[in-house]
């Protein structure tokens, strides 16, 4: 489970790049480490938030679903676009449906959380300031193989892409960590394999601090981002 606030901003994403607030979980296959697309390898689901103009159209902030057994090579595809994540009827939140944004002075959070039921199938629940809680989904067991059973690793945090020679977008609020004003996941947690919920310190990953970074995590929270600039080359 994870809680975080939703930033919008007047800068607009071309067609080739994207802004993404991301919580995924991957598994293995074939005692070999497979992971979810936007994290480099091969099988997987992740949720939260995307800012994509070659998908909607717009740049608006939207919720999304994706998932991919074999790395997008002919499985897997956001929201509803192909057959795998099954949507029920009457959900507070509908995959590809813009999300009310947060500002410096007002914010927004988005409340998430994926767990597998009796089936073994992954159901994906959510809430927002407006929306009311309930399920939203579920992607079926049989989609994944090491999946299906449990995920090997969990991953939050933020992506984007630039156009290349283009400076990159800003990640979360647009502010950096020590800002003060910086987007955030509070309450992360999982469930190990006995059925605890556990809010453990989990390690840290950035590819450009010159950019974005992410702070410590503290009491289950932590907070991310940047205002970007970063030529990708």
Request: proline content about 4%; some cysteine; overall charge negative.
């Amino acid at each position: 489970m994870v809680i975080l606030a939703i930033y919008s901003f007047t800068y607009k994403v071309e067609s080739e790049e994207y802004r993404m607030t991301s919580a995924n979980a991957r598994g293995s296959v074939d005692n070999c480490s497979s992971h979810d697309a936007n994290f480099g390898g091969k099988i997987g689901y992740n949720v939260v938030s995307y800012v994509n103009q070659a998908l909607y159209g717009d740049s608006g902030t939207r919720f999304f679903t994706r998932w991919t057994a074999d790395g997008y090579v002919e499985t897997g595809c956001y929201n509803t676009l192909c057959e795998g994540f099954v949507k029920v009827a009457n959900s507070p939140l509908s995959p590809g449906q813009v999300l009310p944004i947060s500002t410096l002075d007002e914010h927004h959070d988005l409340q998430i959380w994926i767990e597998k039921d009796h089936t073994e199938d992954w159901w994906l629940y959510a809430s927002t300031d407006n929306s009311g809680s309930g399920q939203i989904g579920y992607w079926p067991k049989s989609l994944f193989s090491r999946l299906a059973q449990n995920a090997t690793d969990i991953n939050f945090g933020g992506l984007v892409q630039a156009i290349e020679g283009s400076p990159s977008p800003p990640m979360g609020s647009g502010h950096l960590p020590n800002e003060g004003s910086a987007a955030y996941f509070a309450n992360v947690e999982y469930v190990d394999q006995s059925g605890r919920k556990i809010a453990g310190i989990l390690p840290s990953v950035v590819t450009n601090k010159n950019c974005y970074d992410v702070g410590d995590m503290k009491d289950a929270r932590f907070s991310y981002g940047g205002p970007g600039g970063c030529l990708r080359r």
